[in-house]
């Protein structure tokens, strides 16, 4: 099982991107699905997440600002970003819970990380 992360990439501040993450390979189920950051000398924390129960959780700092949305028929997750700020700059990973039979548990799997740079 993979995730593939992109969508990362040079925006100015007040501008919008879109990330994608694409679960491929031997996938029963997924469970939960969220996207994490981490910015220089920071620990990675929790942006945004779908909850066990299909509900959204966002963070504080990205209320009003960024918006997460899932296309289980391809496996994807997104993340719409807007109003971004310099503070904003981080790897952005995506993580989901993935089970690989129907037997097996649910396990959690990381993106490689895209990386998103805010600055004029």
């Known amino acids: 099982v993979q995730l593939q992360a992109s969508g990362g990439g040079l925006v100015q501040p007040g501008g919008s991107l879109r990330l994608s993450c694409a679960a491929a390979?031997?996938?029963?189920?997924?469970?939960?699905m969220g996207w994490y950051r981490q910015a220089p000398g920071e620990q990675r924390e929790l942006v945004a997440t779908?909850?066990?129960?299909?509900?959204?959780y966002y963070q504080d700092f990205v209320k009003g600002r960024f918006t997460i949305s899932r296309d289980n028929a391809k496996n994807t997750l997104y993340l719409q970003m807007s109003s971004l700020k310099p503070e904003d700059t981080a790897v952005y990973y995506c993580s989901a819970y993935i089970k690989i039979t129907a037997a097996s548990g649910y396990r959690q799997y990381w993106g490689q990380g895209t990386l998103v740079t805010v600055s004029s």
């Open positions: 390979g031997s996938i029963f189920s997924i469970n939960v």
């Open positions: 779908f909850t066990s129960g299909e509900r959204t």
